[in-house]
């Protein structure tokens, strides 16, 4: 199941966790926000009315997640998505609601693959290359589904 939340507090952890490790993200060339981008767009953002709609989109990855519950912290700042063991997400909502529906799959199988991560001592680039590959193998047999 997913549970997601938002909080002036979850606002102020992403923020620190940014500035935390700037130099890293500058180093990897990540994108990350302390400040809110179109204040039009996401000024007043209605975090319910989102979360149901991610929800909805997510519905049809639940093979994902319906067995465990991961908890999505839904915040203006930070980089798109980052994960806490054991089912903790940083997700950023100042984007398509098709981007985030897929860094929020994305950290899921971070979470999900840590333990062979671990087992393997795979370094940043194998562990994102892990998880690129079973997001691939997910959505093909996401489509097979689909198709039968
Ligand atoms: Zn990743």
Same mark, same amino acid.
């Given at each position: 199941?997913?549970?997601?939340?938002?909080?002036?507090?979850?606002?102020?952890?992403?923020? %620190?966790?940014?500035?935390? =490790?700037?130099?890293? @993200?500058?180093?990897?060339?990540?994108?990350?926000? /302390? #400040? *809110?981008?179109?204040?039009?767009?996401?000024?007043?953002?209605?975090?319910?009315?989102?979360?149901?709609?991610? %929800?909805?989109?997510?519905? =049809?990855?639940?093979? @994902?997640?319906?067995?465990?519950?991961?908890?999505? /912290? #839904? *915040?203006?700042?930070?980089?798109?998505?980052?994960?806490?063991?054991?089912?903790?997400?940083?997700?950023?909502?100042?984007?398509?609601?098709?981007?985030?529906?897929?860094?929020?799959?994305?950290?899921?199988?971070?979470?999900?693959?840590?333990?062979?991560?671990?087992?393997?001592?795979?370094?940043?680039?194998?562990?994102?290359?892990?998880?690129?590959?079973?997001?691939?193998?997910?959505?093909?047999?996401?489509?097979?589904?689909?198709?039968?």
């Amino acid at each position: 199941m997913l549970i997601f939340k938002h909080n002036f507090f979850i606002d102020i952890r992403a923020i %620190s966790a940014t500035i935390l =490790r700037k130099s890293w @993200l500058d180093r990897k060339g990540y994108i990350y926000y /302390l #400040l *809110t981008i179109d204040k039009d767009k996401y000024g007043k953002i209605d975090y319910n009315k989102l979360a149901n709609e991610l %929800s909805q989109e997510l519905k =049809r990855y639940g093979d @994902l997640f319906n067995d465990d519950d991961y908890i999505i /912290l #839904l *915040t203006k700042y930070g980089v798109y998505g980052s994960y806490y063991l054991p089912n903790k997400i940083f997700i950023n909502i100042q984007r398509d609601i098709k981007d985030i529906v897929a860094t929020i799959i994305h950290e899921i199988i971070h979470l999900r693959v840590e333990d062979i991560v671990k087992q393997k001592r795979l370094n940043h680039e194998e562990k994102e290359e892990l998880v690129e590959d079973m997001l691939k193998e997910f959505t093909a047999k996401d489509r097979q589904k689909k198709e039968m």
